[in-house]
């Protein structure tokens, strides 16, 4: 009974392909994230969505696009991808719009794409 | 923009106490500070998290000094499974961004 469960957990693609993953939450929450991981294992924030307004939206390529089209749904379109989109994509959920509340985010299992 | 610095990387033996320190000078005034475990192949877990002195739960404990610009992560007694990375997560400043530090890997030796 996975909390917050994205979808796929590998993909593999050709430059300039457009990929989807998708991203879904049964804890309740209001607010669902879109984070990058690169190779050193930064983690960095793409997108915030609250209750599906866009609250958070990083310095991000215009070629990536999230929808929520309900509160425990938040998915991410790639267009055009690269090789520098080469990544761990995780998406998280939190109780409260920052993340700050008791126990912060909860973290999906990730998405590693590899784009070749 | 402020950082988050915690070291890179850490060596321990079973049974020992480990200590992450954290580093975020430019601290929210508001914020909380939450550490977070990352087991290979997995999303970051949530372990404990603080405001000011120190928190313990069953896992861990977090000492947070007076003026809040670092904080510092225990873990008792380590064992094998104790190996992952580990990061810091706070607020910076008045941007209301929660920025995470560059994790440290901890590896636990027999």
């Known amino acids: 009974d996975t909390a917050v469960s994205q979808t796929p957990k590998y993909l593999v693609t050709q430059m300039g392909n457009d990929k989807s993953i998708k991203c879904e939450q049964n804890?309740?929450?209001?607010?669902m994230y879109w984070y990058k991981q690169d190779s050193k294992k930064f983690l960095k924030i793409m997108f915030s969505?609250?209750?599906?307004?866009?609250?958070i939206n990083e310095t991000v390529p215009n070629r990536f696009s999230p929808k929520s089209p309900d509160k425990a749904h938040l998915n991410l379109h790639i267009n055009s991808l690269e090789l520098g989109d080469s990544a761990v994509y995780f998406c998280?959920?939190?109780?409260?719009?920052?993340?700050?509340?008791?126990?912060?985010?909860?973290f999906g299992s990730g998405t590693r794409l590899t784009v070749v | 923009l402020a950082k988050t610095t915690q070291p890179i990387s850490m060596d321990s033996y079973e049974g020992q106490e480990v200590n992450i320190t954290c580093s975020h000078n430019?601290?929210?005034?508001?914020?909380?500070i939450t550490w977070y475990q990352q087991f290979p192949s997995q999303g970051p877990r949530f372990i404990i998290q603080?405001?000011?002195t120190k928190v313990t739960n069953e896992v861990a404990s977090l000492f947070i000094p007076a003026d809040r610009k670092s904080s510092t992560l225990s873990l008792p007694r380590v064992s094998l499974s104790d190996t992952a990375v580990y990061y810091c997560?706070?607020?910076?400043?008045?941007?209301?961004?929660?920025?995470f530090g560059q994790g440290t890997t901890l590896q636990v030796k027999p």
């Open positions: 804890l309740g929450h209001d607010t």
């Open positions: 969505y609250n209750n599906k307004e866009l609250i």
């Open positions: 998280a959920s939190s109780q409260d719009r920052g993340g700050k509340g008791n126990y912060g985010y909860t």
């Open positions: 603080g405001y000011k």
């Open positions: 430019n601290i929210a005034t508001n914020d909380y």
């Open positions: 997560l706070v607020g910076v400043g008045n941007t209301g961004k929660l920025i």
